[in-house]
Each structure stands twice: as structure tokens, then as C-alpha cells.
């Protein structure tokens, strides 16, 4: 569960307040976590999707650069510390049933986001109509902008 939940953000109400309400009540997840779906303020392009725990959540909120809870590294991360890559908010949005953020920034550095060295982290394509055990990859946008970091 979520330690620093109760101490950083309200309990989540009623739904009707949760759907309607003003307050900024995130459902977090068992894992304490939430979505976070970041994407190019400029462009609309979409750069990564991550999650947010508490403290990452009220960091963002606080400083106006995304932080992130890093499941693989048990951690919170500041994007860009290492790569340069700072992503500075112009909008923060939450969704209706306040469990996953919606990120629009502005990327510092060469622009990129995704720790291959790629613009964004979606740089292939699924294709659909066949047997899914069959797939391959399709690459799209899938230049490196530099080389590949941690």
C-alpha cells in the first residue's frame, strides 16, 4: 500500500466528488502507484507512459518537472538528471476516476525521452490481424537521437 498517500493527498470521497470535485485525490494502486501518460506539449506526440507514487506525484506538482517512481529500480526518478532530458509541465491533467496523470511537457536537452536514445518510447508499431504468437515489430520513428543510457 501507499505510506506517504495519506500524508501528501486526501482520501479519495464520494464518486461524485471524485468524478466533479476540485480536489486533487488520487486513487493509487495496490502497488501505490499511478498511471502517468507524458506527452510532447508542443506536439501532442506521445513520449512515455511511467508511474508516479506519492512523493513522485507531489514532487511534479511541486517543483513543475516530472518525477516518477521507477518500478525496475524501486526508486524515484527525476527525468533527465543523468541524460539532461528535464521535462518541464505546461499542463498536469488527472483523469475521472483520478488514477492515472496526464503530462504535457517540454523537453529539455536534445528532446528525447526514452532511455534507448529514441524521441519517445513508442517507436514500434503492433500489427493487428493475425495470430498474436506471429507479431514482429514494425519500427517507426525509430532513429537514435543519441546513444543509448541506463
Same mark, same amino acid.
Given at each position: 500500500?501507499? %505510506?506517504?498517500?495519506?500524508?501528501?493527498?486526501?482520501?479519495?470521497?464520494? $464518486?461524485?466528488?471524485?468524478?466533479?470535485?476540485?480536489? +486533487? &485525490?488520487?486513487?493509487?494502486?495496490?502497488?501505490?502507484?499511478? &498511471?502517468?501518460?507524458?506527452?510532447?506539449?508542443? &506536439?501532442?506526440? +506521445? +513520449?512515455? =507512459?511511467?508511474?508516479?507514487?506519492? /512523493?513522485?506525484?507531489?514532487? *511534479?506538482? @511541486? &517543483?513543475?518537472?516530472?518525477?516518477?517512481?521507477?518500478?525496475?529500480? /524501486?526508486? +524515484?526518478?527525476? $527525468?533527465?538528471? *543523468?541524460?539532461?532530458?528535464?521535462? *518541464?509541465? =505546461?499542463?498536469?491533467?488527472?483523469?475521472?476516476?483520478?488514477?492515472?496523470?496526464?503530462? #504535457? =511537457?517540454?523537453? !529539455?536537452?536534445? !528532446? !528525447?525521452?526514452?532511455?534507448?536514445?529514441?524521441?519517445?518510447?513508442?517507436?514500434?508499431?503492433?500489427?493487428?490481424?493475425?495470430?498474436?504468437?506471429?507479431?514482429?515489430?514494425?519500427? #517507426?520513428?525509430? @532513429? #537514435?537521437?543519441?546513444? %543509448?543510457?541506463?
Amino acid at each position: 500500500m501507499c %505510506a506517504d498517500c495519506d500524508e501528501l493527498f486526501p482520501l479519495p470521497g464520494p $464518486k461524485a466528488d471524485l468524478e466533479e470535485g476540485d480536489r +486533487l &485525490t488520487p486513487r493509487f494502486g495496490p502497488d501505490g502507484l499511478v &498511471t502517468a501518460v507524458t506527452s510532447d506539449a508542443a &506536439t501532442g506526440e +506521445l +513520449l512515455m =507512459v511511467a508511474h508516479m507514487n506519492a /512523493q513522485a506525484l507531489a514532487r *511534479t506538482i @511541486e &517543483t513543475g518537472e516530472a518525477w516518477y517512481w521507477s518500478r525496475s529500480r /524501486q526508486t +524515484l526518478w527525476h $527525468k533527465g538528471d *543523468t541524460s539532461g532530458q528535464i521535462q *518541464t509541465v =505546461v499542463e498536469m491533467r488527472v483523469d475521472c476516476d483520478q488514477d492515472a496523470v496526464w503530462l #504535457r =511537457v517540454s523537453v !529539455g536537452g536534445d !528532446g !528525447g525521452s526514452c532511455h534507448t536514445g529514441r524521441r519517445s518510447c513508442f517507436y514500434r508499431a503492433v500489427p493487428t490481424g493475425g495470430p498474436a504468437a506471429e507479431v514482429r515489430l514494425q519500427p #517507426r520513428d525509430a @532513429e #537514435r537521437m543519441r546513444p %543509448a543510457f541506463g
